[in-house]
């Protein structure tokens, strides 16, 4: 078994969650973030889809924000047990970030771009 190399040049760490235990990338703005709320960024849900498909908004992002991409239920290094993959499950992945970071920062607002179908989910 071949191990899954990083999906983004940042920090991955794990939280467990309703949805199983989740794999998340993060970096902290690199500058002018005073007042801008953290992003999450989605993948898609396809047969390769993973963080590293939000790596071009994410590398813009982190220049002035501190930025997520999630790697959803079944994907990238987060949990692939053997369930039911739903849409619920999915957003609950979601929610458990996006509290995350809302402890983390300190704040209410968090902006959330989902791709394709996880736009969806986001919403």
């Given at each position: 078994?071949?191990?899954?190399?990083?999906?983004?040049?940042?920090?991955?760490?794990?939280?467990?969650?309703?949805?199983?235990?989740?794999?998340a990338y993060r970096a902290w703005p690199q500058s002018g973030a005073a007042?801008?709320?953290?992003?999450?960024?989605?993948?898609?849900?396809?047969?390769?889809?993973?963080?590293?498909?939000?790596?071009?908004?994410?590398?813009?992002?982190?220049?002035r924000r501190a930025v997520y991409a999630l790697d959803l239920?079944?994907?990238?290094?987060?949990?692939?047990?053997?369930?039911?993959?739903?849409?619920?499950?999915?957003?609950?992945?979601?929610?458990?970030?996006?509290?995350?970071?809302?402890?983390?920062?300190?704040?209410?607002?968090?902006?959330?771009?989902?791709?394709?179908?996880?736009?969806?989910?986001?919403?």
């Amino acid at each position: 078994m071949s191990v899954l190399p990083p999906a983004l040049d940042a920090d991955r760490f794990e939280i467990d969650t309703s949805a199983g235990r989740v794999s998340a990338y993060r970096a902290w703005p690199q500058s002018g973030a005073a007042n801008l709320p953290p992003v999450l960024l989605v993948h898609s849900v396809n047969a390769s889809g993973s963080a590293a498909e939000v790596k071009p908004m994410f590398e813009h992002c982190r220049r002035r924000r501190a930025v997520y991409a999630l790697d959803l239920p079944g994907f990238g290094f987060s949990e692939r047990s053997d369930r039911v993959y739903t849409p619920r499950l999915m957003t609950d992945a979601i929610h458990a970030l996006v509290a995350h970071m809302r402890a983390a920062h300190g704040v209410e607002a968090v902006d959330v771009l989902g791709v394709s179908l996880a736009g969806e989910f986001v919403v």
